[in-house]
């Protein structure tokens, strides 16, 4: 039986969510006023704008695949794959690189001076230091471990 709403053989369907439909056209618009043929329907497309990948990064992933394969070269929408996944994962990357205030010499410091406590210059009494500000910080050496796990 036919189903008068699917989309032809070998076409993606438009989205269903008209957020995500709207963003997939804004890609779609900075692909083609960059030379690379993409549609808001292709399935890419909205695959990227349901994975939330905004046009800043997209212009940013072709103008990286322009310096590697010059006009007049085609650039295939799939080409830029792997550069959107080297981009959003050194991202994401540096997001986890920060970290809290507690997993940090210098953040446990700066708690100190808030709480009014001298920092030592005494090694051997910076710990006992640290160990205070944890304490009335509420840290929890479950905290610290997490935190340093994630430093990894």
């Known amino acids: 039986m036919d189903n008068p709403g699917a989309a032809p053989l070998g076409e993606a369907s438009p989205p269903e969510n008209p957020s995500i439909e709207r963003l997939a056209l804004e890609l779609s618009i900075i692909a083609q006023n960059r030379s690379v043929t993409l549609a808001a329907t292709d399935a890419l497309c909205t695959q990227w704008a349901s994975e939330g990948v905004t046009t800043k990064e997209l212009a940013q992933a072709i103008a990286i695949a322009r310096i590697r394969k010059p006009e007049p070269q085609t650039i295939p929408p ?13 991202a994401g990357t540096s997001a986890r690189a920060e970290q809290p205030w507690y997993a940090t010499s210098t953040g446990i410091e700066a708690k100190a001076r808030e709480a009014g406590i001298d920092i030592p210059d005494d090694p051997s009494e910076w710990q006992g230091m640290k160990v205070d500000v944890y304490k009335r910080n509420g840290v929890t050496p479950d905290m610290v471990r997490a935190a340093q796990v994630g430093a990894r």
């Open 78 to 90: 799939r080409y830029l794959v792997p550069i959107l996944e080297d981009m959003r994962n050194k």
